[in-house]
Structures are given as structure tokens and as C-alpha cells.
């Protein structure tokens, strides 16, 4: 709330030039160096009077620059001092070196704090590791289980970069194969442009030789920068299809023909990256 007059002085405390003067007036002016002072209020004072410190509005009132005692002052009485506090209620700023890590909120650092020209710094890093095994025949694109990673971004101008290796066998190394996408929520964000494009970041035929029963594992890696616009949590996955059914089965972390005896690992990585 803005304030009516002038603004408080934030811990300016003041002692009033000496009033000598008691001539039998209730009405005096505060000054501090011989220049008119203003307080913020009438309980941000100490008034010692005859040695007797004096109890806001009760024993005396202030407006703009002067004080007004509830009695008139008779001669003898003694005006001992009168300090002005300033705005004892309000922190102000911090001293330089005063605010520790211990005083700032978790969370309360955001990407919008920073100033302008600081962007492209990394806030977080969030990983999934899947050590062990999966396959599908799926002709419809479906989630690899054990192959995400959620993470809930502190702004909303954040980009999110994901990477990422699968190591993928397949059926079959000739007609067969398999198609991966790469998706937040249910939506595919990376897509080819072809005309007959199928796959989003990678198409994997079986790597090694061209005997069918030589089922080699081959890595699909990917990498991309998104734009989510969101500070609510986001889960990237990856998705699988092959192209013709049990035919064209894929495997994760192993080959169809050593079967789960010989076992790799697959990892996606999410970094907010502040906008």
C-alpha cells in the first residue's frame, strides 16, 4: 500500500535539535540540523520529557513536523530528547553479504529472476537408465517400458534437451524393422517431413550380418531441444513399432538370437536449459 506524505525512511534514526525554549506552549517544531524533520508516525518516536518517557497519542500527538503534547509545558519543564526512529517495521534492503543460502526458499530461484542476457544456463538434469529387457510386435507405436524420464520445469520460457541411446535389435535384416519416436505426454516431437515418413528419429534394421539367425544390437541415439511452454511435470518417453508384426519384433538391451544371457543398457537424459 502506497503511503499518503512522505515516504518512511527506512531505520533512520534521528535525535531532534534541542528545544530550549518551553515558553508555555503544547505545540513545538522538530528539527534535525536545523531543517524541518518529518516522522512517519506518532509511534515511531521516543519522547523523554523531565526525565519521563512519553506514551504515543496518549501524552502527545505529530503532524507533518510538529509535535503537539496533550498539556500545555510550563516553564521549568525539560524536554529531555526526541528521536525519530524512521520505519522500524519494514526490513529494507539487506546489507551486502547478509543473505545466505539458508534465507532463500527452495524453488525460489527461477529462470525469470535471471536478467536479461544470462540465458542457456542449465537448471537441472534428470536421467532414467534401463538395464533390463523389452521386446514387441506391435504395428502400432508403444511406450518402451522403463524408458522415461519426467521433469517439472521452474519457468515457463525454459527449453528442455533430451538425448538418449537405445540399444535395439530386430528381427529380421532385411524387410523388418522397426520405427522409435520420441514423445512428451502422448504427443510426438519429433517427426520427419518425408511424404512417406514413418519413423520419428530412428528406422532399425538388424545390425550385422545377413543371416537371420545373427540378431546384432545396434545403438539409435537421439537428441532434441524442446519448447514445452510449461511449469507442470512433463514425461519424455520413447516409443516402438515394428513393420510387420512377429516378423519384425524388436528387442531393447538384447539380441533375439543370444536372447537375455547378453544384455546392454539404454539411457535418455532431460536438462532444463533456462529461456
Same mark, same amino acid.
Given at each position: 500500500?502506497?503511503?499518503?506524505?512522505?515516504? *518512511?525512511?527506512?531505520?533512520?534514526?534521528?535525535?531532534?535539535?534541542?528545544?530550549?525554549?518551553?515558553?508555555?506552549?503544547?505545540?513545538?517544531?522538530?528539527?534535525?540540523?536545523?531543517?524541518?524533520?518529518?516522522?512517519?508516525?506518532?509511534?515511531?518516536?521516543?519522547?523523554?520529557?523531565?526525565?519521563?518517557?512519553?506514551?504515543?497519542?496518549?501524552?502527545?500527538?505529530?503532524?507533518?513536523?510538529?509535535?503537539?503534547?496533550?498539556?500545555?509545558?510550563?516553564?521549568?519543564?525539560?524536554?529531555?530528547?526526541?528521536?525519530?526512529?524512521?520505519?522500524?517495521?519494514?526490513?529494507?534492503? *539487506?546489507?551486502?553479504?547478509?543473505?545466505?543460502?539458508?534465507?532463500?526458499?527452495?524453488?525460489?530461484?527461477?529462470?525469470?529472476?535471471?536478467?536479461?542476457?544470462?540465458?542457456?544456463?542449465?537448471?537441472?538434469?534428470?536421467?532414467?537408465?534401463?538395464?533390463?529387457?523389452?521386446?514387441?510386435?506391435?504395428?502400432?507405436?508403444?511406450?518402451?517400458?522403463?524408458?522415461?524420464?519426467?521433469?517439472?520445469?521452474?519457468?515457463?520460457?525454459?527449453?528442455? =534437451?533430451?538425448?538418449? =541411446?537405445?540399444?535395439?535389435?530386430?528381427?529380421?535384416?532385411?524387410?523388418?524393422?522397426?520405427?522409435?519416436?520420441?514423445?512428451?505426454?502422448?504427443?510426438?516431437?519429433?517427426?520427419?517431413?518425408?511424404?512417406?515418413?514413418?519413423?520419428?528419429?530412428?528406422?532399425?534394421?538388424?545390425?550385422?550380418?545377413?543371416?537371420?539367425?545373427?540378431?546384432?544390437?545396434?545403438?539409435?541415439?537421439?537428441?532434441?531441444?524442446?519448447?514445452?511452454?510449461?511449469?507442470?511435470?512433463?514425461?519424455?518417453?520413447?516409443?516402438?513399432?515394428?513393420?510387420?508384426?512377429?516378423?519384425?519384433?524388436?528387442?531393447?538391451?538384447?539380441?533375439?538370437?543370444?536372447?537375455?544371457?547378453?544384455?546392454?543398457?539404454?539411457?535418455?537424459?532431460?536438462?532444463?536449459?533456462?529461456?
Amino acid at each position: 500500500m502506497s503511503y499518503i506524505g512522505a515516504s *518512511p525512511i527506512v531505520g533512520n534514526f534521528q535525535v531532534c535539535d534541542a528545544i530550549s525554549v518551553v515558553n508555555g506552549q503544547a505545540a513545538y517544531t522538530l528539527q534535525v540540523g536545523g531543517a524541518n524533520a518529518f516522522p512517519e508516525t506518532v509511534n515511531n518516536m521516543i519522547v523523554s520529557v523531565n526525565g519521563v518517557i512519553q506514551k504515543p497519542t496518549s501524552s502527545y500527538t505529530v503532524s507533518g513536523s510538529t509535535i503537539t503534547f496533550t498539556s500545555n509545558l510550563v516553564t521549568g519543564d525539560v524536554i529531555d530528547f526526541i528521536q525519530i526512529l524512521g520505519s522500524v517495521l519494514d526490513l529494507g534492503t *539487506p546489507s551486502d553479504n547478509t543473505v545466505t543460502t539458508a534465507k532463500i526458499a527452495d524453488g525460489a530461484v527461477t529462470a525469470a529472476k535471471f536478467a536479461s542476457g544470462v540465458g542457456g544456463k542449465v537448471l537441472q538434469v534428470l536421467s532414467t537408465a534401463k538395464t533390463n529387457t523389452f521386446s514387441s510386435t506391435s504395428t502400432s507405436y508403444t511406450d518402451i517400458t522403463g524408458y522415461s524420464v519426467a521433469i517439472t520445469p521452474s519457468s515457463s520460457s525454459s527449453k528442455i =534437451f533430451i538425448q538418449g =541411446f537405445l540399444s535395439v535389435s530386430v528381427n529380421s535384416w532385411n524387410t523388418n524393422g522397426s520405427y522409435f519416436q520420441l514423445v512428451r505426454g502422448s504427443t510426438n516431437i519429433l517427426t520427419s517431413s518425408g511424404s512417406s515418413a514413418n519413423g520419428s528419429f530412428s528406422y532399425a534394421h538388424e545390425a550385422g550380418s545377413e543371416n537371420a539367425s545373427k540378431k546384432g544390437i545396434a545403438p539409435a541415439g537421439f537428441c532434441f531441444l524442446d519448447s514445452p511452454s510449461s511449469t507442470s511435470e512433463i514425461t519424455y518417453k520413447v516409443q516402438g513399432k515394428t513393420t510387420s508384426g512377429s516378423n519384425g519384433e524388436f528387442y531393447i538391451n538384447y539380441n533375439g538370437n543370444g536372447g537375455t544371457n547378453y544384455t546392454t543398457t539404454s539411457v535418455i537424459t532431460v536438462m532444463e536449459v533456462s529461456g
